[in-house]
């Protein structure tokens, strides 16, 4: 048992890339590993929430990686404060036991407003004019002004989009480093996203996410070094635990379209005589997320009929309904009336356009926050246009849909011996194991 844990949080890292990793195998040769088993559905949000609170979307309320808030006919993608989440996490429960417990949080998604002592998460800001600034949310505020002028601004050009590489993750292990320094907290949570990139973009494994895990393991040796240097007493206990696997796919469903032809979802058009959707206006819409979507019917006598449209679909695994969603827990308000869960080689891109000519003209651009549902071809650059491609078969490889074999596992990795038990953990063991090296 220690008093120090530092948690990374790698999403799409497998047991075999460790043969690619040196600096992480070494971590667990000398300490144990064990399969990880991400809860459904297996995206980011989610699965973070799962590990920091030790409960399942029934419980917590995170459903995918944003929400429909039917109140307000609003879509809220990555951007939710801490407060979405509706069960205690790690760091709240360490406060509870001991306020001498300290925390910090770098970079995982819902941490803005998190009870954590100190927190740093990117917040670009939004000009009027519909530029952006570089900045960062932090705790304490002036955090990241100290940040910046030490290791210079936060590269969000580099965190997501096609310019994606290993300098925002750098930077996320550099500033962590720092913070060890600085505050010794008695736990980190840290989010290194690094190996999303090219394993979604070429697929798992392609040379160009083999050589993204060489990328990712020279910045951990340095992390590890910073870190362990920090704690000049001991070094902290590393739990290194993959979100989830990510698989090749070479199948796109999408649901948005499949709706809009049965008559279910309407469109404005707006100035441009662009087709935007009309979220109050559709009978059915999917907000899609990776392997698995939402489907939100306004009336209930149209739940049969939504769900029958996708029951038999070549991308489609399972329709669920009602007491169905159950199944996986996702039985929350918040989830769809319908939710699509997609076959292991097939994922689900939003679009509900027929004519690219008519698209949206954020569709085109990397535009996270106003596109209704996870975009993955935003990796992709159309070199004659200098925009995001509109051609979903672009993308190689995905995640999202229920581990049902060891392809879709991921693995935990402990720097100590005895720490993991059994030859699987769900996402959800992760609250109570770490909570356990601080004797609660």
Known sequence: MTDRVVLLSIPGLRKQDLECMPALARLAVAGDQTSLVPSFPAVTCPVQANMTTGRTPREHGVIANGFYWRNKHEVEMWTAWNDC?????????LHQHDPALTSAVWFPLHSKGCGADYICTPAPIHNPDGTESLWCYTKPTEMYGTL????????LQHFWGPLSNIKSTGWICDSAVWAAKQYQPRFSYVYLPHLDYAAQKFGPDSEQAIKALGELDEVLARLFAGVNAAYQDGAPLWLVASEYAIVPVDHVEYPNRVLREAGLLAVNNDADVREQLDFAG???????DHQFSHVF???????????????????????????DRGRYELDHERAGEVVLVSKSNSWQAYYWWFDDALAPKYASTVDIHRKPGYDPVEMHLNMATRSTPLDATLVRGSHGAPARDETQRGIIISSEKGVLVGSAIADTDVFDLVLRQFGI
Do not use: C, Y
């Open 85 to 93: 989440i509706l069960q205690p996490q790690i760091w709240d429960v």
């Open 148 to 155: 910046r002028d030490t290791l210079g601004h936060f590269p």
């Open 282 to 288: 559709s009978r059915a819409w999917a907000l899609v």
């Open 297 to 323: 019917v306004q009336n209930p006598n149209d739940i049969a009929k939504v769900a029958k449209l996708f029951r038999g679909r070549e991308g489609i695994a399972e329709v669920l309904v009602g007491e």
